[in-house]
């Protein structure tokens, strides 16, 4: 990275450099996608990627009650009107069925949330939404690297955004984003939305954003993409460890389902009591956490979509039982025995 810096700050590119170029080159392949569209962070990347799409204000985007609020965030900035859907208990992601169930003509997108690195079955969301003239915007922001069927989070819909903030698979060393797409339109529309809607410097063809990577951000995410794939099977590793060292550990409810192609970027299990538990961990020096406390329907920025307690019980039950244990490439197994056992002499 040493070189890539020297080479950013004698060309005094900071902005749009080839570092930049270089980097969506690499990620659009490494995405298995034709195109990558650098921006400023991964709520940007999803709001952009659905005004490209053309969601309008007064459409209607379907999208998980359980994820980070940016998502619906997202939608919001985009004029459009956030349609939660409740959740699959077993894997924490969109409940394909219930989506599908909510998708109509006002529907303008769905948006599915790999949410911890692990992908939804898009293909019943994919046909519905075809149906409806509407189009699927993939959350992808903590799912870098993650595969399955020959495709990486990023290639199930028409478009996808992630995020490059430094607690990601692939991180930065500040905020960053980006758009990926096999679209050649939607492609030329975000490079336009990301620079005040402008093709050729002081004409702007429509209003636009300033969002847009810095080419030392560029050349972070550039060294550190070639490390990915590694780190995520060091993640899947100690995932595999967690899963074995929980087995009989009754209070403990350890992911489900496939793990094949899962990116681990966090690893989530569900306990009785969370929030004493989670407090007692923390006394033992374990650094867990919750993703997410509260479902977005009941967050007072969301309170006007009038979803109140009930609304989406799978959803509300995982917000109180959910549990993040430390997960990192490179966690030893003496490291995680150490969280299992504390674990363990908490739920007693």
């Given at each position: 990275?040493?070189?890539?810096?020297?080479?950013?700050?004698?060309?005094?590119?900071?902005?749009?450099?080839?570092?930049?170029?270089?980097?969506?080159?690499?990620?659009?392949?490494?995405?298995?996608?034709?195109?990558?569209?650098?921006?400023?962070?991964?709520?940007?990347?999803?709001?952009?990627?659905?005004?490209?799409?053309?969601?309008?204000?007064?459409?209607?985007?379907?999208?998980?009650?359980?994820?980070?609020?940016?998502?619906?965030?997202?939608?919001?900035?985009?004029?459009?009107?956030?349609?939660?859907?409740?959740?699959?208990?077993?894997?924490?992601?969109?409940?394909?069925?219930?989506?599908?169930?909510?998708?109509?003509?006002?529907?303008?997108?769905?948006?599915?949330?790999?949410?911890?690195?692990?992908l939804v079955d898009t293909t019943a969301i994919r046909a519905a939404a075809r149906a409806h003239d509407a189009v699927v915007v993939e959350d992808a922001a903590q799912s870098q690297g993650a595969a399955r069927d020959?495709?990486?989070?990023?290639?199930?819909?028409?478009?996808?955004?992630?995020?490059?903030?430094?607690?990601?698979?692939?991180?930065?060393?500040?905020?960053?984003?980006?758009?990926?797409?096999?679209?050649?339109?939607?492609?030329?529309?975000?490079?336009?939305?990301?620079?005040?809607?402008?093709?050729?410097?002081?004409?702007?063809?429509?209003?636009?954003?300033?969002?847009?990577?810095?080419?030392?951000?560029?050349?972070?995410?550039?060294?550190?993409?070639?490390?990915l794939d590694a780190w995520n099977a060091l993640r899947r590793e100690a995932a595999m460890r967690y899963k074995a060292m929980l087995a009989d550990v009754d209070a403990v409810r350890a992911p489900s389902g496939a793990?094949?192609?899962?990116?681990?970027?966090?690893?989530?299990?569900?306990?009785?009591?969370?929030?004493?538990?989670?407090e007692r961990l923390r006394a033992e020096g374990i650094g867990a956490a919750i993703h997410y406390p509260v479902p977005i329907h009941l967050t007072p920025a969301f309170a006007y979509l009038g979803k109140g307690p009930?609304?989406?019980?799978?959803?509300?039950?995982?917000?109180?039982?959910?549990?993040?244990?430390?997960?990192?490439?490179?966690?030893?197994?003496?490291?995680?025995?150490?969280?299992?056992?504390?674990?363990?002499?908490?739920?007693?």
């Amino acid at each position: 990275m040493e070189q890539g810096f020297a080479e950013v700050l004698a060309r005094t590119a900071f902005i749009d450099g080839p570092q930049v170029a270089r980097f969506e080159e690499e990620y659009a392949a490494y995405s298995r996608v034709r195109h990558c569209v650098a921006v400023g962070n991964g709520t940007d990347a999803l709001e952009l990627a659905l005004r490209a799409t053309g969601v309008d204000p007064g459409d209607e985007c379907v999208l998980p009650a359980n994820s980070f609020i940016a998502t619906a965030e997202a939608v919001y900035r985009a004029g459009a009107t956030p349609v939660l859907v409740d959740i699959d208990p077993d894997t924490f992601l969109i409940d394909s069925a219930a989506a599908v169930a909510a998708i109509n003509d006002r529907t303008a997108a769905v948006l599915p949330v790999h949410l911890y690195g692990r992908l939804v079955d898009t293909t019943a969301i994919r046909a519905a939404a075809r149906a409806h003239d509407a189009v699927v915007v993939e959350d992808a922001a903590q799912s870098q690297g993650a595969a399955r069927d020959g495709k990486r989070a990023g290639a199930f819909g028409e478009i996808a955004a992630t995020s490059f903030y430094p607690g990601k698979n692939l991180g930065a060393y500040g905020d960053g984003g980006a758009v990926v797409t096999d679209s050649d339109e939607l492609a030329e529309r975000m490079r336009l939305l990301r620079a005040h809607g402008e093709r050729v410097r002081h004409r702007h063809e429509t209003v636009g954003f300033n969002s847009r990577l810095d080419s030392l951000q560029a050349v972070v995410l550039s060294a550190k993409l070639r490390r990915l794939d590694a780190w995520n099977a060091l993640r899947r590793e100690a995932a595999m460890r967690y899963k074995a060292m929980l087995a009989d550990v009754d209070a403990v409810r350890a992911p489900s389902g496939a793990d094949e192609g899962h990116a681990w970027h966090l690893y989530v299990v569900r306990v009785p009591d969370r929030d004493t538990i989670l407090e007692r961990l923390r006394a033992e020096g374990i650094g867990a956490a919750i993703h997410y406390p509260v479902p977005i329907h009941l967050t007072p920025a969301f309170a006007y979509l009038g979803k109140g307690p009930g609304s989406f019980p799978e959803a509300e039950r995982a917000a109180g039982e959910i549990l993040t244990l430390p997960m990192f490439p490179g966690i030893t197994e003496q490291q995680q025995s150490a969280v299992v056992d504390a674990l363990k002499k908490c739920t007693a």
